[in-house]
């Protein structure tokens, strides 16, 4: 139940996002215990950079991937790599989630990073 609300907030919302090449948009995914985002450019239905709290190289950074730091340094690490791909502005899709907490720490680590949204 509270997933399907959650899932029809994030259709409501994606009607009115729409990323490009120029500005692509970050959508971010969070479980119990892990968070994932991608970057993607719905113009060329391309996925221009994926990453994963689970991934090998990121693992081992956090002791625990559920919490609001761990949430930050996975902030950090992937605006890193968006900054690699060249990737500076972004559209912040939230995924129906409330921007609070995790989703929140995230978002300002991305800022502190560099990216723009």
């Known amino acids: 139940m509270k997933e399907d609300l959650r899932a029809k907030r994030h259709r409501a919302i994606k009607l009115r996002m729409r990323g490009t090449a120029e500005i692509p948009r970050l959508v971010v995914r969070r479980s119990l215990t892990n968070m994932s985002a991608q970057v993607i450019d719905d113009a060329g239905n391309k996925t221009l950079l994926s990453l994963a709290s689970y991934d090998k190289g990121i693992k081992g950074n956090f002791p625990s991937s559920g919490n609001v730091k761990s949430a930050e340094g996975f902030g950090a690490v992937f605006a890193a790599k968006a900054k690699e791909k060249g990737i500076t502005k972004i559209i912040f899709d939230r995924a ?10 995230f978002a300002d680590a991305l800022r502190k990073g560099g990216l723009k949204f």
């Open 96 to 105: 129906g989630y409330l921007y609070h907490g995790r989703i929140k720490a």
